[in-house]
């Protein structure tokens, strides 16, 4: 199909059927509810479609495992307090190694919150969420083309790494209109899943997350740990832009990425000199390369919707050696251009 004008909620919902997708369980919550209906419609017209609004998120995310552990290429999707109510479940796919793909549509908390767009699930979707050692690959699109691609991305990197992974896309993401396109992009035949469970008296595989034994769960753990070190060697994804003569490079990702392009440009025909660093994958986050991207700057700038959540991984990646400032909005408010570029206005005149 050629390009077509459509909601991110839709684009993503349609970019997993034409990934293989052939199973969604979810609940409806806003501002997600859009990518439920699609799914709803699509799935079910597919001879081997299967598609539950379940009772409750946590049922959603259980009936994930189940059709993750048959083999079937299965995603749900949900927003905020519906994404705290699987967490349970999501620690438990990645204990089990069960490819799964979860989208959160982010909204702004904590508690119910508002249904207005946020960046507030940075910390739950990147630090585990759930209990235990665990990752899950998060990628977070920037626009309407971009999440289709990494949704397909998603798919085949849960199947690649048996682990679940996560696009973190915010709620102006998700209602939004861009024209996109949709390729047929379903790799599901590449991966042979012969650990899955087939109920037939050929197949003993057995899956769980369960150890009793604290040596066999340490050696599990370590099992895990090197599959999270070699998804960190090599699904780093970011982007520059402008930073080959920055004095100050802004930080941002999703929505607020664009609004920082937006800033940037105004504040390069005032003379500042401003460049973008837009993590893709905020983890694993690209640390190695944005300490790199700030060596000639003076400062940094971090720009989220949220009261600040990926500035820590920043800070981190930066180990001191640049200033660090931040700008952002809370409660679905969204941070404006003239805010962020008075930010860096300010920066310039300290430096």
């Known amino acids: 199909m050629g390009k077509k004008l459509m909601k991110g909620n839709v684009a993503i919902a349609e970019a997993a059927i034409h990934a293989g997708c052939k199973c969604f369980f979810g609940y409806p919550i806003t501002p997600q509810n859009e990518l439920i209906e699609h799914m709803s419609k699509r799935l079910l017209k597919l001879e081997d479609g299967v598609f539950v609004q379940s009772e409750s998120e946590v049922a959603a995310i259980n009936m994930v495992f189940g059709a993750a552990g048959a083999g079937a290429r299965v995603m749900t999707s949900s927003s905020g307090p519906g994404l705290s109510l699987k ?37 739950q979707a990147t630090k585990g969420g759930g209990h235990g050692d665990y990752y899950t690959l998060v990628y977070a699109p920037a626009n309407i083309q971009e999440a289709v691609n990494l949704v397909q991305l998603a798919f085949d990197k849960a199947d690649e790494y048996r682990n679940p992974v996560m696009i973190l896309a915010d709620g102006v993401i998700g209602q939004m209109m861009e024209p996109a396109e949709v390729p047929d992009n379903d790799n599901s035949a590449k991966y042979q899943k012969d650990w899955i469970v087939t109920g037939t008296p050929k197949s003993h595989n057995i899956i769980r997350s369960l150890y009793l034994d604290p040596n066999e769960l340490s050696l599990h753990n370590k099992h895990l740990q090197k599959k999270y070190q070699m998804i960190t060697d090599n699904e780093v994804q970011y982007e520059t832009a402008q930073m080959e003569d920055a004095d100050i490079m802004v930080v941002a990702y999703g929505t607020t990425s664009r609004i920082v392009r937006s800033a940037i440009k105004e504040a390069r025909e005032k003379g500042i000199k401003v460049g973008l660093f837009r993590p893709i994958t905020l983890w694993p986050f690209p640390n190695n390369e944005l300490k790199e991207a700030a060596k000639n700057t003076k400062a940094v700038l971090v720009a989220e919707m949220s009261a600040g959540q990926m500035i820590y991984d920043v800070k981190l990646a930066l180990e001191g050696s640049k200033p660090v400032s931040f700008v952002g909005e809370t409660g679905g408010i969204i941070p404006t251009t003239t805010q962020i570029l008075n930010k860096i206005m300010q920066i310039s005149e300290v430096d």
Do not use: K
Not at 93 to 106: F, R
């Open 87 to 123: 967490q349970e479940g999501i620690s438990f796919l990645a204990g089990a190694e069960l490819p799964a793909v979860i989208v959160n549509i982010m909204r702004g908390g904590p508690g119910l919150g508002g249904i207005q767009p946020a960046q507030s699930d940075y910390f």
